[in-house]
């Protein structure tokens, strides 16, 4: 059955690194735009970073461009979330999402268009 379950997440200081995972079940990396996104406390979700995955079609939120990497392994049906300058503003339980791809071309990754979504792993950047 399809499940996505999240991990990695934890206390870190700022400056300092973390990498989230992601193990999905009941699809193959292949067949979804899979991405992660965040939800800090009284704010609204928003998207951090999505996959195509086989390729090099990534997009990433212009507040963790240059700091976060989204990557897949096929062979492990996993995908992750290398975070590295973290900061304070990047607090926020991540959740791991994918959507059903139309088709090749289909690159959406929108909240509201997930089928699937993880349960979240909270991330805590502080002193």
């Known amino acids: 059955q399809v499940q996505l379950v999240e991990s990695g997440g934890g206390l870190v200081q700022p400056g300092g690194s973390l990498r989230l995972s992601c193990a999905a079940s009941?699809?193959?990396?292949?067949?979804?735009?899979i991405g992660w996104f965040r939800q800090a406390p009284g704010k609204e979700r928003e998207g951090v970073a999505c996959?195509?995955?086989?390729?090099?079609?990534?997009r990433y939120a212009d507040s963790v461009k240059g700091r976060f990497t989204i990557s897949g392994d096929n062979a492990k049906n996993a995908v992750y979330l290398q975070m590295n300058s973290l900061k304070p503003e990047d607090t926020a339980v991540y959740y791991c999402?994918?959507?059903?791809?139309?088709?090749?071309?289909?690159?959406?990754?929108?909240?509201?268009?997930?089928?699937?979504w993880g349960k979240g792993t909270l991330v805590t950047v502080s002193l």
């Open positions: 999402a994918a959507k059903h791809r139309n088709s090749y071309y289909d690159t959406r990754c929108v909240d509201y268009g997930m089928d699937y």
């Open positions: 009941g699809f193959t990396l292949n067949s979804v735009n």
């Open positions: 996959i195509s995955s086989g390729d090099t079609r990534t």
